[in-house]
């Protein structure tokens, strides 16, 4: 059984289908999944999916940096609100983007940082994105976030400095399709070793993302892929598939609470 960390379930491309998207991944074995919340709109509807699929489905609550333009004075108390749901495991998607740009980096920082401090005034995990953003992004957790606050640096996709000072802050790491990527993502192969297997976790990031290496195309990514990126991570590191399933199973359950809430 495989956990997937990362399923933009609320997406528009999974519109007519949501349901037999998560039938087709639990058939795989990709079971639960965590519906990422990059809005209070999207946020929202991730908690209510999750709500209506106990135990098959998870959400996070937060605001992705993309959307931190449209965050105000509400943001945060409704945040605060959905946090308050079991079936609310995590506090994101937040961070900062400064690939595209969408929203302006003041005002980025501004967001990522409120979110900071409301997952360390809940005890709740983060689940954080972070691009092209790296110094700011570390500096923010430097000064904001304790040690004791679980987080993941989801769809990890840097270089072996930032792993490192990842792992420093005692962050988990996300790992996506990327990896299977062979114009951009095969330095993650030799990078896979040095995650501690403590701090490893598995998504497919759907529908975005699309493995590369799949025998067939497909028009989006969803959950079910996960095994397949399994397999990959599996062979870079040398490891039977059953023991880096139960181990980022377990990751995964212990760092959004599941299974104890
Ligand atoms: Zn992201």
């Known amino acids: 059984m495989l956990i997937d960390i990362g399923v933009n379930?609320?997406?528009p491309s999974f519109g007519k289908d949501r349901d037999t998207v998560v039938a087709a991944a639990e058939k795989a074995g990709v079971?639960?999944?965590i519906v990422t919340g990059t809005s209070i709109k999207e946020s929202c509807g991730a908690y209510d999916y999750a709500a209506g699929l106990p135990g098959r489905c998870f959400a996070t609550a937060g605001v992705h940096p993309h959307e931190a333009r449209d965050c105000d004075a509400g943001t945060i108390p409704r945040l605060r609100e959905l946090a308050q749901f079991p079936e609310v495991v995590a506090i994101g998607e937040c961070g900062l983007d400064y690939n595209r740009?969408?929203?302006?980096r003041p005002v980025q920082r501004e967001w990522f940082e409120k979110q900071v401090l409301l997952a360390c005034e809940l005890n709740m995990p983060l689940f954080l994105h972070e691009r092209d953003a790296f110094d700011d992004f570390v500096s923010i957790l430097e000064q904001?976030?304790?040690k004791n606050i679980k987080k993941v640096v989801h769809c990890f996709t840097g270089q072996e400095r930032e792993l490192f000072k990842y792992l420093e802050l005692d962050c988990y790491i996300g790992i996506t399709g990327w990896v299977c990527d062979e114009r951009r993502g095969e330095h993650l192969l030799t990078l896979l070793k040095y995650i501690p297997t403590d701090r490893l976790m598995l998504e497919t990031d759907s529908p975005f993302l699309t493995?590369?290496?799949l025998p067939y195309a497909q028009s989006r990514n969803t959950p079910a892929n996960l095994v397949h990126i399994a397999g990959i991570v599996s062979a870079a590191l040398s490891k039977p598939l059953t023991e880096?399933?139960?181990?980022?199973?377990?990751?995964s359950c212990e760092f959004f609470g599941i299974g104890r809430r």
Not at 244 to 251: D, H, K, P, R, V
């Open 211 to 213: 493995p590369r290496s």
């Open 9 to 11: 379930l609320t997406h």
């Open 101 to 104: 740009d969408y929203s302006p």
């Open 31 to 33: 079971c639960p999944l």
């Open 244 to 251: 880096l399933s139960a181990e980022t199973f377990q990751n």
């Open 144 to 146: 904001n976030c304790p």
